[in-house]
């Protein structure tokens, strides 16, 4: 499919590419015993990073009462270190086409015999717990987790840190007040309690909204799945009879939809009924080895718009497969969606693919919750799962969720950040910012809605003042200091939010924060995976950097937004009758994560392999390859339809994803109320712009969808002929 290469391109790439070369393997046979003393309650070790920064002395309400019972709290149990490094030579292992376990995906059963901690050191932590009162309701397949309840005070009693009721943005909640401690004993076997708050993760969905156009960019163009279709050359695929037959995707929630009817009539008034194996089910998975931790959890009102447009965004995406909406209701404590991804993962049966549009920031998360994130996917990669999360609204700041101005600085989502999941960035559509629209849309519509021509320019998501081309359409020069466009009126009052595709790079996977929510004291970051600097223009951070890849998400900044049938009218909903140009719309990475699930399951159909495990090692792969092959120029995304029919991949290099800011984290503030992110407190450098190859804006960029399944069964033959091609003198 591609032409054959200047050979002055392809020496950069020979050392990533045999990054990948031949990986030896030796399974442990047994795991080692960690916990080898007698536990003495007197000496005792804390567990660090497992606090919210949410309390302080203002908000404290008092402590809970002794008698209040949380049920389902989960321990993070550890591996051995050499148990942990052959799981990760496995999994990569798994991806490489050399390797004898290559696509030799586990069961959550050998998962556990072969990588969890040994039945010893579960046993002694469940004893222990048991001494303390509290209820062990099982541990998973998988080995990493046991589930346990009790009271406060119990809990006040094992672990030697008080709950109290805290106050933050005028809701009540829980939280303990210091971080947890368990004997010395057992320190080698425990990695954390993954909550003691009733925190929870938030959404990535941002409603449509007005916004007041300069002349020229006044026309609406909403995306409906003929439009996605046809943007990223979905219809060659749908053609040959390839729709996601057979497959199955499992998107994660913590609430029912309002209405499975809305499905339906998504599918029928966008031209997705004729896929007739096309399904969607809602399932409340039980867990496989212990009392059923997943309870119904009915609509919640947070959440419901979430749900159905994941169930309705992956079936525009693969309208032939089979959607599955994955749901526990929330405990005090536990996240219902992260106890549906692990019910699910540890399955008899488990699914192929998995979406999750749920983000909180690292550094808020804490390094327990970090970790049993970072497990479950890592866990699912080894069974053959391909995990898509959503990387965030919030540009590069994702400890500022929910605010209108970031405060807290750079930031990544731990539900998004981890190496073993696909992290999916946000992109906007640049045809009206660079006047270009009627190049681009038709100005009627066909009879399923669609209006798109072609591929369309992409610049990063991005609603705030702080992006160059607002201020740029609104005749400003600059957007930070006193005389820029935040500081401007119209700045101030239609453009002061942080609402953006999220970027950037990991920073507090582990560690403690010396400052609520900012990457500080001992906080680091993932290690960067090996695949992630095969792509030109990821930087030598040494860190897991995201997005990998993105997608339209916008909400209509520029005019541009999906659209969604949520009938829950209670609820911000509106019936779905009529022009979809009255339904409800909106965007954020919550759209962007279940599409490129989809995309996957038109891909693994296309292949014939039921499952792919991790795909982010061969994207990077595809997208190397392609910067040799084809180089850097031909794949921009700028030229719109003039790019390159054989692209994989569009590089976005056109406008970034900053966002403002106030105070000293990573802001810009030379002068005037409102500063921009910026990796530099003195100057100028926006947090972040797009550019040519890899960047935090968009990661290695959006797709060609038929091409990616084309040159999917191609890749290694690729490899070996950009190996070959560096041998030429």
């Known amino acids: 499919m591609f032409k054959r290469p200047n050979p002055v391109f392809v020496v950069s790439l020979l050392i990533p590419i045999v990054i990948f070369g031949k990986v030896s393997v030796a399974l442990a046979q047994s795991a080692r015993q960690l916990v080898t003393q007698v536990v003495d309650e007197s000496k005792t070790v804390e567990l660090p990073g497992n606090t919210r920064p949410e309390l302080n002395a203002l908000n404290e309400g008092g402590r809970v009462d002794d008698a209040l019972v949380l049920y389902h709290v989960q321990l993070l149990l550890k591996r051995p270190a050499e148990r942990d490094a052959d799981l990760a030579r496995f999994i990569t292992s798994l991806q490489d086409p050399k390797s004898a376990h290559f696509h030799q995906w586990l069961t959550a059963a050998q998962f556990r015999s072969e990588f969890g901690p040994a039945d010893a050191d579960v046993n002694a932590v469940s004893d222990w717990l048991s001494r303390h009162g509290l209820t062990v309701n099982g541990v998973e397949s998988g080995g990493m987790v046991i589930d346990f309840s009790g009271t406060a005070?119990?809990?006040?009693?094992?672990?030697?840190?008080?709950?109290?009721?805290?106050?933050?943005?005028?809701?009540?909640?829980?939280?303990?007040?210091?971080?947890?401690?368990?004997?010395?004993a057992l320190a080698d076997a425990v990695r954390g309690i993954v909550s003691l708050s009733d925190f929870?993760?938030?959404?990535?969905?941002?409603?449509?909204?007005?916004?007041?156009?300069?002349?020229?960019?006044?026309?609406?163009?909403?995306?409906v799945p003929a439009d996605l279709a046809t943007i990223y050359n979905v219809n060659p695929l749908f053609r040959s009879g390839v729709s996601g037959q057979g497959q199955t995707i499992v998107v994660i929630e913590n609430t029912n939809v309002y209405n499975t009817a809305d499905w339906t009539t998504f599918r029928s008034t966008f031209g997705l009924s004729g896929y007739t194996s096309g399904a969607f089910t809602q399932v409340h998975p039980a867990a496989a080895s212990s009392a059923n931790n997943c309870s119904n959890p009915g609509v919640v009102a947070a959440s419901e718009r979430e749900a159905v447009l994941d169930a309705e965004w992956a079936s525009a995406a693969a309208p032939g497969a089979s959607i599955v909406l994955a749901s526990c209701g929330d405990t005090s404590t536990t996240f219902g969606g992260l106890i549906a991804l692990q019910n699910v993962v540890n399955g008899i049966n488990p699914p192929a693919i998995i979406s999750v549009s749920y983000g909180e920031c690292e550094a808020k998360n804490g390094a327990a919750a970090n970790a049993a994130y970072a497990t479950i996917y890592q866990q699912a990669a080894a069974l053959g799962i391909s995990v898509f999360v959503a990387a965030g609204d919030q540009g590069a700041t994702s400890c500022d969720a929910g605010q209108s101005i970031s405060t807290h600085g750079i930031g990544v989502s731990g539900l998004a950040s981890t190496p073993y999941n696909v992290a999916v960035g946000g992109t906007d559509f640049g045809d009206a910012s660079a006047g270009v629209t009627s190049s681009y849309w038709n100005s009627g519509n066909t009879s399923t809605y669609g209006s798109a021509i072609s591929y369309i320019p992409e610049i990063p998501w991005n609603n705030s003042c702080a992006s160059v081309l607002i201020a740029k359409a609104y005749g400003y020069s600059t957007t930070y200091g006193a005389n820029g466009f935040c500081n401007s009126p119209t700045g101030k009052a239609a453009f002061l939010t942080i609402s953006a595709g999220s970027g950037g790079p990991s920073g507090c996977a582990t560690g403690s924060p010396s400052l609520g929510g900012v990457v500080s004291g001992t906080c680091k970051g993932y290690a960067k995976p090996a695949w992630q600097p095969l792509a030109t223009g990821n930087p030598p951070d040494g860190v897991r950097d995201i997005p990998d890849v993105s997608l339209f998400a916008a909400s209509g900044v520029w005019g541009h937004y999906y659209v969604v049938c949520d009938t829950d009218t209670s609820n911000g909903g509106v019936a779905c009758t009529g022009a979809p140009s009255g339904w409800s719309g909106g965007g954020g990475t919550s759209f962007s994560a279940p599409i490129w699930a989809g995309f996957q399951a038109l891909v693994n159909q296309y292949t014939g392999e039921a499952r792919q495990g991790n795909p982010s090692p061969v994207y990077y792969e595809l997208a190397a390859v392609q910067n040799v092959l084809l180089g850097s120029s031909v794949c921009n995304s700028s030229l719109g339809n003039?790019?390159?029919?054989?692209?994989?991949?569009?590089?976005?290099?056109?406008?970034?994803?900053?966002?403002?800011?106030?105070?000293?984290?990573?802001?810009?503030?030379?002068?005037?109320?409102?500063?921009?992110?910026?990796?530099?407190?003195?100057?100028?450098?926006?947090?972040?712009?797009?550019?040519?190859?890899?960047?935090?804006?968009?990661?290695?960029?959006?797709?060609?969808?038929?091409?990616?399944?084309?040159n999917w069964l191609n890749v290694n033959y690729l490899v070996s002929q950009v190996l070959h091609l560096t041998a030429i003198p």
């Open 200 to 223: 929870k993760p938030h959404t990535n969905f941002i409603p449509r909204s007005d916004y007041t156009y300069t002349s020229g960019n006044a026309t609406r163009h909403a995306v």
């Open 642 to 710: 003039r790019d390159a029919s054989n692209c994989i991949f569009y590089n976005v290099t056109s406008g970034d994803m900053d966002v403002n800011c106030s105070g000293s984290n990573n802001c810009f503030l030379p002068s005037g109320t409102y500063g921009v992110l910026s990796t530099s407190g003195t100057s100028y450098a926006k947090a972040y712009g797009a550019s040519t190859g890899w960047n935090f804006a968009t990661g290695i960029g959006t797709v060609n969808v038929s091409n990616l399944a084309i």
């Open 153 to 184: 005070g119990q809990i006040r009693d094992a672990f030697r840190t008080e709950i109290h009721h805290i106050v933050s943005n005028g809701v009540t909640h829980i939280a303990n007040v210091s971080n947890p401690r368990i004997p010395v």
